[in-house]
Nanobody, 122 residues
Framework: QVQPAESGGGLVQAGDSLRLSCAASGGTFTGYGMGWFRQAPGKEREFLARISWNGAITIYAESVKGRFTISRDNAKNTVYLQMNSLKPEDTAIYYC???????????????WGQGTQVTVSS
């Protein structure tokens, strides 16, 4: 079973940028859609972005559209989330997951990573 491993989180100031990475361990992302979610304290896990198996199709939540960009490098078995113009409300744990069916709901994904913390100070 593939295990995603997120990295790249950290503490930044409002307006800064970060790029998160999600590497595959014990398997491959090849042929699968991939997604990014986040979860802030006391809140439900929120869908952010999804990318098709070949990178041709991307879907974004309205809350991050225009600021975040999802991409993938299938040769490296890695998915990325470029986050620009970060805001304090972007503070959360960010998760990568492999799509098991179409859609953007939590149930459409499996093989979740452990997450990486992103903290944006004002």
């Amino acid at each position: 079973q593939v295990q995603p491993a997120e990295s790249g989180g950290g503490l930044v100031q409002a307006g800064d940028s970060l790029r998160l990475s999600c590497a595959a361990s014990g398997g491959t992302f090849t042929g699968y859609g991939m997604g990014w979610f986040r979860q802030a304290p006391g809140k439900e896990r929120e869908f952010l972005a999804r990318i098709s198996w070949n990178g041709a199709i991307t879907i974004y939540a309205e809350s991050v559209k225009g600021r975040f960009t999802i991409s993938r490098d299938n040769a490296k078995n890695t998915v990325y989330l470029q986050m620009n113009s970060l805001k304090p409300e972007d503070t959360a744990i960010y998760y990568c997951a492999r799509g098991r069916s179409g859609g953007t709901s939590y149930s459409n994904f499996d093989s979740w990573g452990q997450g990486t913390q992103v903290t944006v100070s004002s």
